[in-house]
């Protein structure tokens, strides 16, 4: 399917009727590190790339004109959430997720996969499907492969997950191999249902923190003609070495044509160290959640902002941030979020995400410069971003 | 003090160094209403103007720029509420109000009178000051008439409100002739403790539904060389007829060449009441606070957006709205507030303070036609909007 031509037209517009698809530019000398050109229907996203999570149909705090002036070229909704809420077919009938919400960028949806780890109480596994009682009304949700494509068909996104079984870290090896075999098969039975052909398709390796397992996956999920490919359930409570020891095993068994992405990493140095094994998107809800809880992210490490020293401050989180906290005072920010103002979030989650887009942007130029591995290696001596 | 020049400085920038002062315009054929400008240091206002309410340094849920684009000139701010946090003595380190919330156009600061009425039960009067128990540490704040006029030149305020006893309404005769006594001897020591030229000082009428307490106050207060004249204890519980009355009995007795504020109204058919007894000037949390509440301001009166029935409404708010919420359906308006999602209220404040700008637009525009209480008579025959 990749790059290739559809003549299912999409929904009144003249977007790309071809399903995104991956054009590799360069890579660093001394690392894995790619450079990237992630083509969809909505635009082109330069990767390495951070998608804002946009949960509900909006990424929390955010008018979509300011999300754009973060940088964000892709954003991430969720399926489960807005299945539940406002319901896929009322998505659908309103024209689709990105009119909805008004974002004309480029969006993946998950699947629901991970759900079924965050909200293992509230789901059941079988062969056919992952069953939830809504955690917004008790109400029940059947999520099988074929309906998570559904739901995402509905939605209209550009890059479509497959469903997959997400298992806790660690578990029994053979569950996690369990939830592995399932995984594949329900892959395939995504592959076999979807109707949109320029809705993209990405496979998620598991496995677990099984070398083995994650190779094996891999290999076979990329016999399929998938448009990309995901490493999932990691960044599920393991220590940070064990995902990178991870990433080392898994992605050199991945297309080279195909982009990878690193689902729901996260921290600047996870996405450093995943970026330096050859991965090329991520998502994350750390910058926004983050931000909520008055912490910034900067090149100097992160910034509490409910601490009484900034009460009388008047310098900026970072004098070189483009974003529109950084017109204020530290003192002002910090008044806000003790004075329980909305503006403190909503400066805050312009200003993280304004960060993640300028680490991704410092990212694509030492491995456009080919010295990534060198730069990470600096950065891990000299500075504080890491601490 | 009216467009006096003088030589005291302000801190560091280039702004006009007068008080500000009033240009009347012109006035309606057929009402009391009046086409003006109010000139101050931080630039012009048309009146009538509406200032959206700022309590803590904010409007609750906008960025400066997206205040900007409702078309606010104007903002207020909260002597009583900054006072407390992060204090007054503080914004004046950080460059004063202004600086503070980088809202560049002109400030008007209350006294701290209305808190009088509205934290009643944590404050004592005494002629000397209102003494406060704070509402957010139980902390003693007292305002003296000298306190209010030394916080709101920390502030740095445009126009700095003089000290008033509000009272609610109704209310014993005795008691509002003493609150109003104490108001004209409180508004005197206000203007003798003034230090800065720069900051006008508008004195309000009191004197609740009492049509001869009133002219008596406003007939008193204008011999004193305030910069404005607000009208004050309205819009505390009484009937709206009872405050037509009082504006109709008041606003002869003020000042032709000064500008006219009435404090904390109000609802649309308030202001374009008020507009036709003389009123150039309002502030109100209405349309703020009923943003976060799902209330949206239209030309065809209010609309509920919990209600069920916008669940699939394709429709904006108002198709010749230029507001962020009126480039979305209803339904993903409804589904922002039903999901608690920030985005809500953001959206809603910015389409309910544009519409309250619009309004302003549209009440000037008619008493430059000169046909404005034809059209205010129009409105109210024709219209959803006061329903």
Not at 31 to 50: C, E, I, K, Q, Y
Not at 64 to 76: E, P, R
Not at 176 to 202: I, N
Request: proline share 5%; hydrophobic share 40%.
């Amino acid at each position: 399917m990749l790059n290739a031509d559809s003549s299912a037209g999409d929904q009144g517009t003249s977007i790309d009727p071809r399903a995104a698809y991956f054009e590799l530019l360069g890579r660093d000398t001394d690392s894995a590190a790619r450079l990237g050109h992630l083509h969809t229907p909505h635009g082109r996203v330069d990767t390495p790339a951070f998608m804002p999570v946009g949960t509900q149909g909006t990424v929390k705090g955010l008018t979509v004109d300011h999300l754009q002036s973060t940088g964000a070229q892709m954003i991430l909704g969720n399926t489960y959430h807005l299945a539940l809420r406002p319901g896929s077919a009322r998505v659908a009938r309103l024209g689709g997720l990105h009119r909805f919400m008004l974002w004309d960028g480029p969006i993946l949806t998950d699947s629901g996969g991970f759900q079924i780890f965050s909200l293992a109480e509230r789901a059941k596994i079988t062969e056919q499907a992952a069953t939830f009682r809504s955690h917004i009304d008790g109400s029940l949700l059947e999520l099988s492969p074929e309906r998570a494509i559904q739901i995402q068909e509905d939605l209209g996104s550009d890059v479509a997950m497959v469903l997959d079984h997400v298992v806790a870290l660690p578990s029994e090896p053979q569950l996690v191999r369990e939830a592995m075999d399932r995984s594949l098969r329900w892959a395939e039975r995504c592959l076999k249902v979807a109707q949109r052909p320029e809705q993209a398709k990405f496979a998620i390796v598991q496995g677990g923190l099984d070398e083995e397992l994650r190779v094996d996956h891999a290999q076979r999920l990329s016999q399929f003609p998938f448009d990309g490919f995901a490493v999932g359930g990691l960044s599920v409570g393991e220590p940070p070495e064990e995902m990178v020891r991870i990433l080392s095993a898994t992605t050199p068994h991945l297309p080279v044509d195909k982009p990878r992405y690193l689902m729901g990493v996260g921290r600047p140095i996870d996405i450093l160290e995943a970026v330096a094994r050859g991965i090329d998107m991520f998502d994350c809800v750390m910058p926004t959640r983050n931000a909520r809880n008055a912490l910034a992210f900067t090149w100097s490490g992160t910034i509490r902002l409910r601490n009484a020293k900034h009460a009388d401050d008047a310098r900026p989180l970072d004098e070189t941030c483009p974003c529109l906290a950084c017109k204020h005072s530290r003192a002002y920010l910090r008044h806000l979020f003790i004075a329980g103002e909305m503006l403190g979030p909503i400066l805050l989650t312009h200003h993280n995400l304004t960060f993640y887009q300028q680490l991704m942007l410092a990212i694509r130029a030492h491995i456009a410069a080919g010295d990534y591995a060198q730069w990470l290696q600096s950065l891990k001596v000299q500075s504080d971003l890491l601490g």
